[in-house]
């Protein structure tokens, strides 16, 4: 099962793949914001909703409240059966959806530092069965997510609040305990749930919205058939653009190779979230009547080492390992040139991204000597060591991921010549993202994650000393990595929400993780999507979680 | 089926040894149980001999000549995505997974056996508490004794063998039980009793060389099982772990390159298939010629 | 009888809570739990984590959760998917339809090509016919059936496009037509397997009835051939088929796992797949005891029938 993704979703499914047919894809095509290629403008848009888009998706969605756990494919669900109040377009910026402006400190809506926000709410809002939507869903969402016994799917940001006023039916306000910038982004991942059918439910945990929901999007929940698909209808009183289409049908092919199979035969109109495997980029360009190419992504593929483990507690034990890598057999070879190398944390999309960091070349005679220097001596049997440690460890990734298992055997042989014994200890992703992961009982992960706080840059919960879960913290710092610098930069980073200051903050904060390389990052992830041509509208959204973020704005061009 | 082969000539000759036996004249008739035997001896042979004679080791990594197509350079049968020898990995995975189809049927037949046998003599409560106990490892699907085993052991070949076995016993338990019971009604085990035998001396000595054909039959068709579960577990992500390569996980690797290049799992699936199907055919003819009816 | 059937009542229930507990356990041991899928993904923290794990209930003592899921099993309550918070009732009726479908047709078909295969080869012993059936027989058992499920898609969708690639029906078009079009692919995958089994079995039991006495004395009675066959022999060669049928209820319920995930079938086989990755706990405890259920029944009847056919076989136990 493989997803190459941070999903899990994705490292549950069989036949991971990227890559894709030998050679030629460093000038892979991206998809502009028109889906033509032909540089005729597109029609426009029917004047009612006609017409059926089948997704493939290789994971069910299954969790369908929104403020509840749920992984990529159920986002597809939530992005068009409800809003938030700010929607994050492509290009980064955050664009009003329920509200009628994003506050800032600029607009008055954020005061006092970030302590006292004010949102002003749309007053032409219904949810699916008629109710108008009022501030008091958005007070009752909000406290909902900090209900104890309610499964929030997360408080990050959400447990700051406090005093939620609602100030008239389209105004609310609240304060927060400490300023916290990435607040705005979680926003735009948070979406409004009514209050007067899941506040009236006995427990919200169980209650039947959660199987039929009720939001204010662009599609209203239509049927779903378990194991199989779910069919999204038309809402014809939305208040933005769209909905174009009459039905949108998810559709679950659990098999990577028989999704593409139906892509290529037209049973489904797009792949997208994990995409198409890598091996079949080349034929899959090729197709007629389809358009295919890689998508942007925020995650990234790394090594992930335990600093907990005596040799990569040393700084000259990753750094030799980093410059024994040959990144560009895996990205060129493995994965068919497809993905970008990158030197970090950052997807390059992000606006605090620095394309300055010092790339990495494959040098084994500087790895060498760095081990050398360190006081790791060969020993009898070509491995080094040091005080009596050997300098083996192992190397952890998903089963049934081809492209990974190759890759790792490709790092085995290379850092054998080094005098690193690497062994490989694959387990299923149930195993590896449980107690291994979380308790940092790995001796290193060979996967792919995202830094950022949704689509904020802010990496504190993957970077700072106090994020150590084994070690008593509330984080995603599983590396165990504590860098005092970091931590200040990133406590800075948080509290201030001025853009140009935030920005100088994380490009310094990237060149220290590129030189204490808690992560050694290889490339950032490029699925590949494929669409049916004619379908007008699909953009790829590097600032969203899955490519049908804007299914209300998709039509057929014919 | 009653057992031991039944000497249908009576000469006064020298008595009739193995090679000689009816039993053996009709298995050489059966030519596909032939076949299937040449077959599996000479696999063997290839596989544990055959890595030492090749230019190419299992394990070498050489990226630049991956994808290599068969017969059609250095690489007999081609290369795979790293680049390694796909003919020596076959050979080097040909002795793992005939080591463990071997193993497995071993421990299977070893709990099978016992189980079954004392199931089937003991009968009354011992025989039920123990024929209940086989129903109750039946009732867990096999992938979920996979998960059993993957909590204790991250996946091995001990492992494999291991689950495989433990999927595997209850119907060699079940066919034996059945069998010996029936024996137990028949006149030699009748007197066996009556001379004062002790339960030891008539369940090894008097029953189970008695119920030896279908036992036979079952090891054979066991070691054809286990090679086609192997690949299952590797399908379902508990396989032998990379580098070392598998019939089964390199079968497994192979699935997204069936149309980019087809050879990369058609050669390890000739050989599961070829494999299985030679002790299929062993099996086959083992039953035929144990069964003395026929004559 | 009655004594033999309540004495295996007896067995069963008892059994079914032993293999409940052992199920329990291990399921609930075995490594990584159903937050894992959220670990992976990030955006959740570890004290999102923990506090989900503590309303889950997952860090009470472990006979207080059996005890708790026991109860209220036997009131009925087979408790709620981790997943979709469906009753688990609720998801494995949903997916029993698509099985059953797909796993009686499957048979039906394996049963009326293999007997007839199996029937013919045990009459026409060593024949050509014979032997063509017994190496395709062989062959067909020994393929694995997911790469024989990939191949019959690329070879009869995707290149020929004679079969949809997958799923139960073609979105907009419920029709019976349409479903039966689906069928097929999945069908045939499954069906190749089981034809296999069928004709061996098949022609191993019209062999050990074809050499009885009663066929001789009839032969040499003079009743024509083709009587014997059909009157005589089939039907008691037929006998043990249903024994083995009994004992394949369970199998024809668990559904085919692989099969259902290559070609999309939202079965239970793909459900138990599924859920055990998950780890969705109620849904593959109430799997395991609908098996369950199913396979101490299947034994049952085989015995019972066992004791029918060979009445020196007594139910003693």
Redesign the interface.
């Known amino acids: ?1 493989t997803i190459n993704r ?4 994705l ?2 499914n ?1 036949r991971d793949l990227f890559g894709l047919g030998a050679g030629a894809l460093a000038a892979a095509t991206s998809f502009g914001a028109q889906a033509q290629t032909t540089g005729k403008p597109n029609p426009p848009p029917p004047a009612k909703p006609k017409g ?1 888009v ?1 997704v493939g998706l290789s994971q ?1 969605p ?3 409240n929104p403020l509840m ?1 749920g ?2 494919v159920d986002e597809v669900v939530w992005t068009s059966v409800f809003n938030s109040l700010w929607v994050a377009e492509p290009d980064g910026s955050l664009k009003p959806d329920l509200a009628v402006e994003v506050p800032s400190e600029a607009n008055g809506g954020i005061a006092e530092g970030g302590l006292a926000w004010t949102v002003k709410l749309r007053n032409d809002v219904k949810w699916h069965d008629g109710t108008p939507f009022t501030a008091e869903d958005v007070k009752y969402s909000l406290e909902l997510i900090n209900t104890p ?1 309610f ?6 940001g959400h447990a700051f609040l406090k005093d939620i006023m609602v100030k008239g039916p389209h105004e609310i306000s609240w304060r927060m305990e400490k300023a916290y910038a990435p607040y705005l982004a979680m926003l735009a991942n948070t979406h409004i749930v009514p209050k007067h059918i899941l506040g009236k439910a006995g427990d919200p ?2 209650a039947p919205f ?2 039929a929901p009720v939001g204010t999007g662009p599609f209203r929940w239509g049927t779903r ?5 779910i ?1 999204l209808v038309a809402n014809e009183s939305y208040h933005g653009d769209g909905p174009y289409l009459e039905k949108a ?1 998810l ?5 990577m ?3 593409y ?2 892509f ?2 037209g ?1 489904v109109d797009l792949v997208i979230i994990s995409g198409i495997p890598a091996n079949f980029y080349q034929e899959a360009v090729k197709l007629q009547g389809r358009k295919v190419a890689v998508a942007p992504s925020g995650n990234l593929e790394i090594i992930m080492p335990n600093l907990g483990n005596k040799a990569f507690a040393e700084k000259a034990v990753r750094q030799a390992l980093y410059a024994a890598m040959d990144k560009q057999a895996i990205i060129d070879a493995i994965y068919y040139g497809v993905p970008k190398p990158t030197e970090s944390f950052a997807p390059r999309e992000s606006w605090a991204f620095n394309p300055n960091l010092p790339a990495q070349k494959r040098d084994l005679d500087k790895a060498n000597k760095l081990l050398d220097d360190a006081g790791w001596k060969r020993s009898g049997s070509g491995t080094r060591m040091k005080n009596g440690v050997p300098l083996e460890f192992a190397v952890s990734t998903t089963t049934g991921n081809q492209l990974r298992e190759q890759c790792q055997q490709l790092m085995q042989q290379d850092w054998q010549q080094i005098g690193a014994k690497m062994t490989i200890n694959n ?12 308790r940092s009982k790995f001796e290193s992960l060979l ?1 792919g ?3 950022r706080t ?1 689509v904020d840059p802010d990496p504190a ?2 970077f700072a000393s106090d ?1 150590i ?1 084994v070690k008593g ?4 710092n599983y590396m165990q990595w504590e860098n005092a610098e970091a931590d200040a930069l990133m406590k800075q980073g948080q509290e201030t929400f001025d853009q140009e200051k935030r920005k100088a903050i994380y490009l310094k904060l990237q060149e220290i993780v590129r030189e204490e390389l808690p992560i050694l990052p290889i490339f950032q992830y490029a699925p590949i999507e494929g669409v049916k041509e004619g379908l007008v509208g699909y953009r790829p959204n590097i600032n969203q979680r899955q490519n049908a973020w804007n299914m209300g704005s998709w039509y057929w061009a014919k | 089926m009653s057992g031991a082969p039944f000497v249908s000539e009576v000469s006064l000759g020298p008595a009739p040894g193995f090679w000689t036996s009816p039993g053996f004249r009709r298995f050489r008739r059966h ?2 149980a032939v076949f299937g035997t040449v077959t599996i001896v000479l696999l063997t042979l290839a596989c544990v001999f055959g890595p030492m004679l090749l230019p190419y080791t299992d394990t070498f990594i050489d990226i630049r000549s991956r994808f290599a197509v068969p017969f059609s350079g250095p690489h007999i049968l081609g290369t795979d995505p790293l680049g390694r020898d796909i003919l020596a990995r076959l050979l080097m995975a040909g002795r793992i997974s005939l080591a463990v189809g071997f193993s497995a049927m071993l421990i299977a037949m070893g709990i099978g056996i016992v189980v079954g046998m004392v199931a089937g003599f003991y ?2 409560a011992v ?2 508490v123990l ?2 106990f086989v ?2 490892m ?4 096999s ?2 004794l996979l ?2 085993i ?2 204790l052991v991250s996946p091995s070949v001990p492992s494999i063998v291991l689950l495989i076995a433990m999927t595997s016993w209850m119907e060699v338990a079940r066919v034996v039980e ?1 069998q010996i ?2 024996l137990k ?1 028949r006149e030699f085990a009748q007197a066996a009793v009556s001379f004062g035998a002790s339960s030891r001396r008539i369940m090894l000595r008097e029953l189970l060389p008695n119920a030896v054909a279908p036992i036979v039959v079952a090891a054979t068709l066991n070691v ?1 099982h286990a090679i ?1 579960a192997e ?2 577990i590797s ?2 992500g508990f396989g032998i772990q990379p580098p070392t390569p598998s019939w089964g996980n390199m ?1 497994e690797s192979a ?1 997204s390159y ?2 980019s290049a087809p050879w990369l ?1 058609i050669i390890p ?1 000739a050989a ?6 030679s002790f ?2 062993i099996g ?1 003819g083992l ?1 035929d010629a144990l069964d003395a ?2 004559d | 009888m009655i004594g033999f059937l309540i ?1 295996r009542l007896g ?2 229930l ?2 079914l809570l ?2 409940s507990m ?2 329990f356990a ?2 609930h ?5 159903p ?18 794990a503590e ?2 209930g997952l860090n009470r003592p472990l006979p207080v959760q059996y005890a708790e899921w026991l109860w209220r099993m036997m009131s009925g309550d087979w408790g ?2 981790y ?4 009753s688990v009732l609720h ?1 494995i009726t ?2 029993l339809g ?1 099985t059953l479908e797909l796993m009686l047709t499957s048979t039906l078909l394996a049963m009326a090509i293999g007997a007839w295969v199996g029937i013919l080869g045990a009459i026409k012993r060593y024949s050509l016919f014979d ?1 063509l059936a ?2 395709g027989a ?2 067909a ?4 059936t ?2 024989f499920g ?2 019959v ?2 070879v009869f ?2 290149g020929l ?1 004679w079969l ?5 029906y ?3 078009d419920g029709s019976l037509l349409n479903q039966l079009h689906h069928l097929i692919g999945p069908c045939i995958v499954l069906a190749l397997v089981s034809t296999a089994v069928w004709s061996r079995y098949m022609r ?1 039991s019209m062999l050990d009835v074809v ?1 009885q006495d009663y066929i001789r004395t009839a032969r040499a009675k003079g009743v024509p051939e083709r009587q014997i066959l059909l009157r005589h022999a089939l039907r008691n060669a037929l006998l043990p088929m249903i024994t083995i049928t009994g004992l394949h209820v ?1 199998t024809l319920l ?1 559904g085919a ?2 099969t259902e ?4 079938w ?2 239970m086989g ?5 859920s ?4 969705d706990y109620p849904v ?1 405890m109430g799997i ?1 005891m609908f ?2 259920v199913l ?2 029944l299947g ?1 049952l009847i085989a015995d019972l029938l ?1 004791g029918v056919a ?1 009445p ?2 007594s139910g ?2």
């Open positions: 099962m941070a999903g899990w979703s490292d549950l069989r059926v089948v069910e299954v969790a369908f756990p992984v990529e016994g499964k929030a799917r997360t408080r990050v945990n169980t959660n199987n058939q378990p194991g199989d698909n069919t049908v559709k679950y092919v659990p098999d190779t028989a999704l199979a139906q290529r035969t049973q387990m299923p992703a149930a195993v590896i993202w449980g107690e291994f992961y979380v996967v994650t995202t830094f949704g919960s993957r994020a879960p913290g509330s984080g995603g | 030519k596909l009968e009354g025989g039920a024929m209940r129903d109750a039946l009732c867990f699907p992938i979920f998960l059993a993957s909590a059945a019971r029936s009604t054809a086609l690949s299952y399908f379902l079968l699935q069936l149309t799992a699936g599961i298939t070829l494999a299985v199907t299929n055919f086959d039953r009816r026929l | 004495r067995q069963s008892l059994l032993i293999v052992i199920g291990i399921l041991l075995a490594p990584g739990g937050l894992s899928q959220f670990a992976a993904g990030g955006e959740m923290t570890q004290a999102d984590l923990d506090r989900i309303q889950l709620r998917s997943r979709d918070q469906q998801v949903s997916h698509a032997a017994t190496v062989m062959v058992l020994s393929i694995p997911f790469w990939l191949v898609i690329y969708s995707v496009g949809p690639a997958g799923n139960r073609t979105v907009g191993s050499n369970p668990s796992l692989v995930t290559v070609f999309a939202p079965g793909r459900l138990f797949l599924d055990i990755s998950y780890r593959v395991l098996s369950a396979v101490l034994s066992y060979d020196r076989i003693s136990r």
